[in-house]
C-alpha cells in the first residue's frame, strides 16, 4: 500500500436553472469524493483546478481548502463536497490537483482526473 495516496473521484450535473446560453453561460455542478487510501493520516492544504471551455481556453484556480475546509483525512476516511463553475460555452472540461501534507510532513500531490461537463443529449465532437 502506497503510505501518501489520496483517491478522488468527481461526479459533474449541468444547472439549467444556473445557465443562460442567451448570454453565453453554462453553469455545472460536481460532487468530489476525496478518499485517503494510503496508510497514513495527511491534510488537504490547497486545491489547484484547471478549467477548459470547448474552445481551449483555459482557467486556472487555485486557493487554500476546499469549501472553506482543510480536511485530515485518516487511512480509510473519505471527504465529500460539492462546488460549481461557469464556463462560456456549453461543454468543456476540468483537472487538477489536491496538496497535501500528511501528519508525518511529507508533502504530496492527489491528482484530479479530468471529467467533462456537458448537458445532457449533447454528444462530443
Known amino acids: 500500500m502506497e503510505p501518501y495516496q489520496f483517491s478522488v473521484a468527481v461526479k459533474p450535473e449541468f444547472l439549467p436553472e444556473q445557465s443562460d446560453p442567451g448570454q453565453r453561460v453554462w453553469a ?15 491534510q488537504l492544504i490547497s486545491r489547484h483546478w ?19 475546509h482543510q480536511p485530515l483525512l485518516k487511512p480509510g476516511e473519505t471527504f465529500e463536497y460539492t462546488s460549481w463553475t461557469r ?13 497535501c501534507v500528511a501528519e508525518d510532513g511529507v508533502r504530496f500531490d492527489a491528482p484530479i482526473p479530468e471529467f467533462v461537463l456537458m448537458p445532457p443529449g449533447m454528444t462530443l465532437h
Open 28 to 42: 455545472y455542478s460536481y460532487s468530489v469524493s476525496i478518499r485517503n487510501t494510503g496508510s497514513v493520516a495527511a
Open 87 to 99: 464556463l462560456n460555452t456549453p461543454s468543456g472540461s476540468m483537472r487538477g490537483s489536491y496538496f
Open 50 to 68: 484547471f478549467v477548459m471551455d470547448e474552445t481551449g481556453r483555459v482557467e486556472e484556480v487555485q486557493g487554500l481548502g476546499v469549501v472553506g
